[in-house]
T-cell receptor
Framework: DAKTTQPTSMDCAEGRAANLPCNHS???????VYWYRQIHSQGPQYIIH???NNETNEMASLIITEDRKSSTLILPHATLRDTAVYYC????????????FGKGTKLSVKP | GAGVSQSPSNKVTEKGKDVELRCDPI?????LYWYRQSLGQGLEFLIY????????KSGLPSDRFSAERTGGSVSTLTIQRTQQEDSAVYLC??????????????FGQGTRLTVV
C-alpha cells in the first residue's frame, strides 16, 4: 500500500503558484520523498525528490517539514501544460527502493 | 535511444492466448519495475527487480502473470490465458539502485494490451 495521503483534486489559476500537499506520517529515517506526475496518456515523469532538506530544480520546489511527516510540492508559475495527476511517493534506498504509487492529486490549471 | 524502450507499443490478443511484453531498461540501471494502468485508474505495481536480489512479486495479481529479467537487463512480462480484465497499459521503468542517494525512475511509453 502507498504510504502517502494526498487530496484527490486541486485547481490552480494559470500563472499562480500551485502548492500540492502530501502527508507521509509513517516515513522512516532512510526513506526519500519523491514526486512524479502523469500527463494524460503519457508515462509518469519524475519531478523532484528529497530526504530532509528543501530542494529546488528547474521544474519545482519541494518543502519537507522538519519532522518529515509531510511535504509540499510547489510549481511556482503553473501553466496549462502542468495539468496532470501528481504522485507523492515514499521510497527507501537500496533493496527498499520499490516505487508504490497511490491515487495522486489531479491538478487542473485553469486559464 | 537512451530511454526505456517497451515493445510492442500495442497488442491485441484473443481471450485465452498468452502474451509477452518486453522492456529494455536504460543501460546500467539495475532496478526495473512493472506496472499496469487500466483506463482512468492509477498505476498498479506488479513486480520489482533489484539487482541480483530476489524480485518483489507481491503485486502480481494472479499466477497467470510472471516476469523474468535475463542478465540483469531486458525483462519480459508474460500473461498466460489472457482475460478481458487484463486489458490495460503495461508500463516499465528503470532506475539506478538507490545507494546513499535516491535516484529517479524513468518510464517507458508502455504497451497497450487489448484482450478481445
Amino acid at each position: 500500500d502507498a504510504k502517502t495521503t494526498q487530496p484527490t483534486s486541486m485547481d490552480c489559476a494559470e500563472g499562480r503558484a500551485a502548492n500540492l500537499p502530501c502527508n507521509h506520517s509513517t516515513i522512516s529515517g532512510n526513506e526519500y520523498v519523491y514526486w512524479y506526475r502523469q500527463i494524460h496518456s503519457q508515462g509518469p515523469q519524475y519531478i523532484i525528490h528529497g530526504l530532509k532538506n528543501n530542494e529546488t530544480n528547474e521544474m519545482a520546489s519541494l518543502i519537507i517539514t522538519e519532522d518529515r511527516k509531510s511535504s509540499t510540492l510547489i510549481l511556482p508559475h503553473a501553466t496549462l501544460r502542468d495539468t496532470a495527476v501528481y504522485y507523492c511517493i515514499v521510497r527507501g534506498g537500496g533493496s527498499q527502493g520499490n516505487l508504490i504509487f497511490g491515487k495522486g492529486t489531479k491538478l487542473s490549471v485553469k486559464p | 535511444g537512451a530511454g526505456v524502450s517497451q515493445s510492442p507499443s500495442n497488442k491485441v490478443t484473443e481471450k485465452g492466448k498468452d502474451v509477452e511484453l518486453r522492456c529494455d531498461p536504460i543501460s546500467g540501471h539495475t532496478a526495473l519495475y512493472w506496472y499496469r494502468q487500466s483506463l482512468g485508474q492509477g498505476l498498479e505495481f506488479l513486480i520489482y527487480f533489484q539487482g541480483n536480489s530476489a524480485p518483489d512479486k507481491s503485486g502480481l495479481p494472479s499466477d497467470r502473470f510472471s516476469a523474468e529479467r535475463t542478465g540483469g537487463s531486458v525483462s519480459t512480462l508474460t500473461i498466460q490465458r489472457t482475460q478481458q480484465e487484463d486489458s490495460a497499459v503495461y508500463l516499465c521503468a528503470s532506475s539506478l539502485l538507490s545507494g546513499r542517494r535516491g535516484t529517479e525512475a524513468f518510464f517507458g511509453q508502455g504497451t497497450r494490451l487489448t484482450v478481445v
